[in-house]
């Protein structure tokens, strides 16, 4: 759909001031960035701060703790599955290494423990690459431009993004092993954009002091996935993948470790047990919980499941109160609700503009920050643009982008956006965009150190399902950092657990059962909750009215 | 048996005005009704279909959605992503969510960038009888014919060039007469360009260097160990590299860069 009339009305306005911020943007002036303490003020109109949002725990490691009562719901939900039914006797499959989740983390985890000689089974809800980690598109942070830029700028800037809550041991971790992460893909074959002489470009993100982001076109994660996912390929007797098969429970062992997973496969509708030296834990965010009604950027499975399952285990949480909205997903069209508009464009000197065509924020404020800004000026200072639907934004000022670089720039830095909103009848090289907030990452997670091990031996966390290493608010690029860097050490991890630490044991989900009684006892109304959610429920609800003879557990038939 | 779904949200019929108009659409050949702004993915859950197979991110680049679809006066066939086409009145859809292909194993480092790697990996490649069926079924609009016929003549940087924003969906694959594995020899291309052909990134190797030579220990010990209130000064009086410097800009205070 092309904008409407009253909306082109309204880009009339933003042409307006367009020259004069034009100007502005080439002499070097920018709109003032906030200190640390109008940062501050503003975060009370983030969605984090909204009391009413969240509510506490009531069962398990971290009872007490105040977090977003979409995620709250899960945590207070008994097993998908009734444990007795299952037979942990019959194993279905048998590995040295399971990895849960075939994203990022998941498919690095793999490459890494094949690469030491253990046999990897893969199991994952969608099919192997369907994952956050194939949507992003901005890029990779790492300090590789040595006469500007080192370690330690990317440890302060990834400090200050999260408010300086993170786990500093999981911070220096990360940027540390962030060159190495960037040598690796880069032997691997990724085609990561680069000068003539071969040096990688790389651009400003929210909250950066140097120019650190290496991209690969505008579909970066797409690039690291699709080029992983091959590499994992090349191994088909040592890395097996089972598709559309959500681990929907862990199993321990007498011994207090992992043990494996219980597995459900969505086509047969059977239960799957899978027993493994080591487990490692890489199910990606939560997005489709869709948390205080906010559109998402995530990709379909994106349910927090294995928060779920890890909690019942007894993994702690950490920074689950924290959930990013990332600042530009379109509002505009409809059909494109809540697609990521990447940051780049803010980073490539698109200005951010009310309905006035004003700037009324700087443009790369750290996320949370820049998000809470737009919520202000559309929510409470009534500056936002109307949408046809109903609903507010602001606008993103593209167009700029050609006018301060050369023409084409946007076409060449951004070719799947331009397709995109060509597809829909806008030319985001005349026109500017509208977005708004996007629920787009989850802060926190499940508590690792910096091998990714967990209080459970044998079960191995990493990526965007752990917590720690953004404290309470992630910078752009790395989190596909952070999914490589703990990947791959999570692999390595594991696979020297297999080898060297695994002691065989008795599989029990006595676990399973100790949490299903403690949220009985606790009185809290279960009203036939279950969880992990697996899927979303997308369906139409009328049809659900009339499907007399269908039982649903939780989302799934 | 009382298992209630979690709070079910954002379904896409609740978000949806009963007023808007409706269109029919044929899916595998059955008539539904949906409103017509539905993009074929929302439309399918419209319907009432549960999605399983056919949907992964939901945002045009995760190649599991493909789609065929025809209009009823019309011969062509023609191909979409389902979560990035809007329905049209009478269409006739079929999702295409998963097709086999023949993949390779290698090991990139040991290939030559050349067209009788290719070759060797996918001699089906051979086969291809240029009838231009693959271009006009991707949904990216990639020029695959071309992007084949670049590797058969070992032009492994074209190719990947050309290749690069295929999703792997399989589209072309599913079509081709001469069945060529198209995505497949994609992504071969690719790796081999950005391995052996594009010229390496020095920088990279460099900070490498330096994180092994342990050449940033003591900065980084010092930030570890300082209080909150000098990390926060420290932080709000960093240096920040203009929007608009150019690639070698370098900063005034340089204590803490290691140019070797
Ligand atoms: C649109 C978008 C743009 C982004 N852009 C950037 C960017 O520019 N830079 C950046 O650094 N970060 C970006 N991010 C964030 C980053 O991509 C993700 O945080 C990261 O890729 C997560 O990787 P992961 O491996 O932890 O999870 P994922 O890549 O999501 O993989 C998790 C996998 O686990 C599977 N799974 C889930 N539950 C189960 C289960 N129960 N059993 C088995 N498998 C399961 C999922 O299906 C999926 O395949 C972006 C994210 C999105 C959504
Ligand atoms: S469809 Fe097959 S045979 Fe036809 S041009 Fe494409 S690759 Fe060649
Ligand atoms: S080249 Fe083939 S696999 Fe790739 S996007 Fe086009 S049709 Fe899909
Ligand atoms: S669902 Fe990923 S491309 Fe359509």
């Known amino acids: 759909m092309p904008y409407t009339s009253e909306l082109k009305k309204l880009i009339k306005i933003v042409e307006k001031t367009r020259p004069e911020r034009v100007e502005r943007k080439k002499r070097g002036e920018e709109f003032p960035a906030m200190s640390l303490s109008e940062r501050e003020k503003i975060l009370k109109y983030h969605p984090d701060f ?18 977003a009562n979409e995620m709250v719901e899960l945590l207070h939900a008994k097993s998908r599955v009734n444990p007795d039914l299952i037979h942990l006797s019959r194993i279905d499959y048998e590995t040295d290494v399971l990895v849960i989740g075939g994203g990022g983390a998941g498919t690095a985890a793999a490459l890494m423990a094949q690469k030491t000689g253990v046999k990897v089974l893969i199991a994952t809800k969608l099919r192997h690459g369907d994952a956050n980690t194939m949507m992003a598109e901005g890029g990779i942070q790492a300090a590789t431009k040595n006469q500007k830029d080192s370690i330690y700028y990317h440890y302060l800037d990834a400090l200050g993004g ?8 999981l911070v220096e971790t990360l940027v540390t092993e962030a060159p190495k992460v960037m040598a690796w893909l880069e032997n691997l074959g990724a085609m990561f954009t680069k000068f003539e002489d071969g040096r990688m470009k790389s651009l400003h993100g929210g909250g950066t002091s140097r120019k650190r982001m290496h991209y690969a076109g505008d579909i970066t994660g797409a690039e690291i996935m699709r080029t992983i996912r091959d590499e994992a390929r090349n191994y088909p007797n040592d890395i097996k993948v089972l598709e559309f098969s959500p681990a929907v429970e862990l199993i321990l062992n007498d011994q207090g470790a992992c043990g494996g997973a219980v597995l459900y496969n969505l086509e047969t509708e059977e239960y799957i047990v899978v027993k493994a030296k080591a487990t490692v834990l890489a199910t990606g965010g939560s997005g489709r919980l869709h948390i205080q009604e906010f559109m998402t950027t995530n ?12 909690y019942r285990a007894g993994v702690p949480i950490k920074f689950l109160h924290t959930v990013q909205y990332h600042p530009t997903g379109a509002v505009f069209p409809e059909q494109a609700e809540g697609l990521l508009i990447t940051e780049k464009f803010r980073g490539a000197g698109a200005n951010v ?40 934004g602001v606008w993103l000022d593209s167009p700029m982008i050609d006018i301060l670089n050369e023409k084409g720039t946007v076409r060449r830095e951004f070719p799947g956006k331009w397709i995109l909103f ?8 005349q026109e500017p965009m509208l977005v708004y907030p996007t629920l787009h990452y989850q802060n926190g997670g499940l508590e690792i150190n910096r091998k990714g091990e967990t209080v459970v031996p044998g079960l191995i966390v990493g990526g965007e399902v752990s917590g720690g290493v953004h404290g309470e608010n992630r910078l752009m690029g790395n989190s596909l950092l952070d999914v490589m860097v703990y990947g791959r050490i999570a692999g390595e991890t594991a696979a020297a657990y297999a080898r060297k630490q695994f002691k065989d044991g008795k599989l029990t989900l006595n676990h399973v059962k100790r949490y299903n009684k403690a949220l009985q006892d606790s009185g809290i109304d279960l009203d036939g909750r279950v969880a992990p959610m697996i899927l979303p429920d997308y369906s139409n609800p009328d049809v659900r009215k009339k499907q007399l003879t269908t039982d649903y557990t939780g989302t799934l038939r | 048996m009382g298992n209630r779904a979690v709070k079910p949200k954002k379904t896409v019929s609740k978000s949806k005005d009963s007023s808007e108009k409706r269109v029919p659409i044929f899916i595998m050949g059955k008539k539904y009704e949906v409103p017509e702004s539905l993009t074929i993915q929302k439309a399918l859950e419209y319907a009432g279909f549960q999605l399983i197979r056919g949907c992964g991110c939901r945002g045009g680049i995760c190649g599991a959605c493909g789609t065929v679809y025809r209009f009823p006066d019309s011969y062509r066939i023609e191909v979409g992503l389902a979560c990035q086409t809007v329905v049209e009145p009478n269409m006739y859809i079929t999702q295409i969510p998963f097709f086999p292909a023949n993949k390779a194993t290698y090991d990139l480092e040991k290939l030559e960038p050349t067209g009788s790697t290719v070759m060797a990996l996918y001699p089906e490649i051979f086969k291809c009888v240029g009838c231009g069926t693959c271009t006009r079924s991707c949904p990216m609009d990639i020029d695959v014919m071309e992007y084949i016929s670049l590797a058969i003549r070992g032009d492994i940087a074209g190719a990947a060039e050309l290749s690069f924003d295929c999703v792997m969906c399989g589209l072309c694959t599913a079509r081709c007469p001469a069945e060529e594995a198209q995505y497949n020899v994609g992504i071969l291309t690719r790796r081999l360009y950005g391995r052996h052909i594009a010229p390496r990134a020095k920088h990279v190797a460099e900070s490498v260097e330096n994180i092994q030579k342990k050449r940033f220990d003591k900065g980084l010990k010092t930030l570890k160990s300082m209080n909150l209130e000098s990390l926060k000064r420290l932080y709000n009086d960093r240096e920040i590299e203009p929007d608009m410097a150019d690639e070698f800009w370098e900063p005034e205070d340089k204590k803490y860069i290691i140019v070797q």
């Open chain 1, 50 to 67: 909204k009391e009413e949002g969240r509510s506490e725990i009531k069962v398990g490691p971290n009872k007490g703790y105040r977090i």
């Open chain 1, 162 to 169: 999260g408010h300086f809550r993170n786990d500093p041991d």
């Open chain 1, 299 to 310: 990709h379909y499975g994106a349910t927090g499941d294995g928060l779920i399952i890890a």
């Open chain 1, 353 to 392: 503009l009310n309905i006035d065509g004003e700037q009324f924020v700087y443009e790369r404020e750290p996320r949370d920050v820049e998000a809470a800004a737009f919520i202000r000026e559309c929510t409470v200072r009534g500056k936002g643009v109307p949408t046809p639907t109903g609903k507010f």
């Open chain 1, 422 to 429: 060509h597809r829909y009848g806008i030319d985001i090289t």
